[in-house]
């Protein structure tokens, strides 16, 4: 990251966004939809990446942080077991075409904390204590020799 702040010529701007997901955020329509910002005063189109767990090659508009950020009621997703899931994507202001980093880095949201002005949390990058040890699980099904 530090090589490329150096490469990049003074007049192009690095905009770091991020991309939350939780299957209970939803849009204004009501289907499941992912948070998307950008760390700027303006608005971005950009397009993302071809692996993109969704919108996969799409322009998608991400909204700035600072000015314009609706966010869903928290309620739904505090209360749910299921992780929020934060995709984190640089563009060059002088190229939307795709993130510069592909493919992205993909973090859990934990530790999340809530008061009437902020809200913090912790982003990792493996949830190494929620994998399973060995990866296989032993079934009669899947090795018949287990079966008495």
């Given at each position: 990251?530090?090589?490329?702040?150096?490469?990049?010529?003074?007049?192009?701007?690095?905009?770091?966004?991020?991309?939350?997901?939780?299957?209970?955020?939803?849009?204004?329509?009501?289907?499941?939809?992912?948070?998307?910002?950008?760390?700027?005063?303006?608005?971005?189109?950009?397009?993302?990446?071809?692996?993109?767990?969704?919108?996969?090659?799409?322009?998608?508009?991400?909204?700035?942080?600072?000015?314009?950020?609706?966010?869903?009621?928290?309620?739904?997703?505090?209360?749910?077991?299921?992780?929020?899931?934060?995709?984190?994507?640089?563009?060059?202001?002088?190229?939307?075409?795709?993130?510069?980093?592909?493919?992205?880095?993909?973090?859990?949201?934990?530790?999340?904390?809530?008061?009437?002005?902020?809200?913090?949390?912790?982003?990792?990058?493996?949830?190494?204590?929620n994998k399973s040890f060995p990866s296989l699980t032993y079934t009669a099904q899947?090795?018949?020799?287990?079966?008495?």
């Amino acid at each position: 990251m530090r090589e490329a702040y150096a490469a990049a010529p003074a007049d192009t701007v690095i905009l770091h966004t991020l991309e939350l997901w939780h299957p209970s955020f939803r849009n204004e329509a009501g289907q499941p939809a992912p948070i998307r910002v950008v760390r700027d005063h303006a608005d971005l189109t950009a397009t993302l990446e071809a692996g993109a767990p969704r919108d996969a090659g799409m322009a998608v508009a991400f909204v700035a942080l600072a000015f314009d950020l609706d966010l869903p009621p928290v309620e739904t997703a505090a209360i749910s077991q299921d992780k929020i899931e934060i995709i984190y994507r640089p563009y060059l202001s002088t190229d939307l075409a795709g993130p510069h980093m592909d493919p992205p880095i993909t973090l859990t949201l934990t530790e999340v904390e809530a008061d009437t002005l902020r809200v913090t949390g912790r982003a990792r990058m493996l949830d190494a204590g929620n994998k399973s040890f060995p990866s296989l699980t032993y079934t009669a099904q899947r090795f018949p020799g287990l079966a008495r």
